[in-house]
């Protein structure tokens, strides 16, 4: 039985580029569109240092968002000091030359960010920096209502953007785990459904037989013919609970087409993955032998798409045509596919191809195509 995917293997990349692009591109581009024109009215020796400021304020942000959307989202405190002063002295350089509101962008953009590493105490920080912001507006602009209300209205605006889009990435991220989790779960309840048939088998054997065999050492000077007696019993115990323990064993790995499909439609849709099934109405007419091969090929490929894929949908076909039964299972977020030897995919090719058909994989971008022929008079 093989594990379900890694949190290394989460289904997050796609959405973590775009909540990165959807950040840092805005961030940078207003930045330097905004402030960057502002810069450009300043005195020369100011408009240097702004200038200076400003690729500092850039790059820290754009760190700072990648490092919030890292698995680890901790705060990197030398990019955010850098941030801050780097904020700081562009605003103060286009407030002081009263360059309209533009000169809070700077620090809000760096304020929300902060925010977002400080759950507990992101609110209390948003309103102080709105109150600071309309304050200096106030006191730079005359405090006409512009000069009052845009700055602290630019810091809610900002920060509702940033902490909007990492809200939603925070949601992705805990769905991902719980979909993992559900995985996991339901690989571990088959387990302990095999391990429950186990012991349920051999307790009661292994129980008469310790106890036979204590009664047999005992009477192996007083009574040898009975200790012989029990010694045969223990004989016929031991090869009863191995033919009970490979039924349960043969049983556990002799599984049926019909079983394997039920299960991975079950496993994969506690996985919260979107299964469409599309069985023929022959499917009957194959040899318990055949639907054997093909239950592996569904339960390899279950396991694929749990281990080795951020699947969101799955594809399950089962048809005959001109005397061959075809199964195919495709899956979309196909990550590698699974070329481990033993019970994988090669393995059962090679097992197909002895009983005369084949099997065969694709991995083209996103898709995984797992596909099985098998003749119908299988042996």
Known sequence: MHDVATDGESGLGSFRRYTWLSLAGPT?????????????????????????????TAVAGVVLISRRLAVDARLPLAWMIAGSVGAAVLGGGLLVEQRDGAWSLAPAIMVSLLATFLPRRRWPLLVGAAVVAAVLGGIVGGWGLRSVLFPPGLVAFVAWAVLGMLWAWDVAE????ARQLAA?????????????????????????????????ARLATLDPTRAATEMR???????????????????????????????????????????????????????????????????????????????????VDYRLTDGLVWLEVRNDGATAPNESPGTGLRSLAERLQAAGGELTWEHNHERFVVAASLPVGTR
């Open 174 to 177: 805990r769905l991902e785990a």
């Open 184 to 216: 996991r779960l339901a690989v571990a309840q088959e387990r302990l459904r095999f391990a429950a048939d186990l012991h349920d088998i051999q307790g009661h054997h292994l129980q008469v037989i310790a106890r036979k065999g204590e009664l047999a």
């Open 233 to 315: 019993d223990v004989q016929q115990l031991a090869t009863d609970a191995l033919t009970s323990t490979r039924a349960v064993v043969q049983g556990y790995r002799r599984t049926t087409l019909d079983d394997e499909i039920a299960n991975a439609a079950k496993v994969l849709t506690s996985a919260e993955i979107q299964v469409e099934m599309n069985l023929s109405p022959s499917v009957g007419e194959l040899p318990d032998n055949g639907r054997y091969l093909l239950g592996l090929v569904v339960r390899e490929a279950t396991t694929n798409v749990l281990r080795h894929s951020q699947a969101r949908s799955a594809e």
């Open 28 to 56: 940078a581009v207003f930045l330097v569109l905004v402030v960057g024109a502002g810069i450009l009215e300043l005195p020369v020796w100011t408009r240097i240092v702004c200038a200076v400021a400003l690729v500092v």
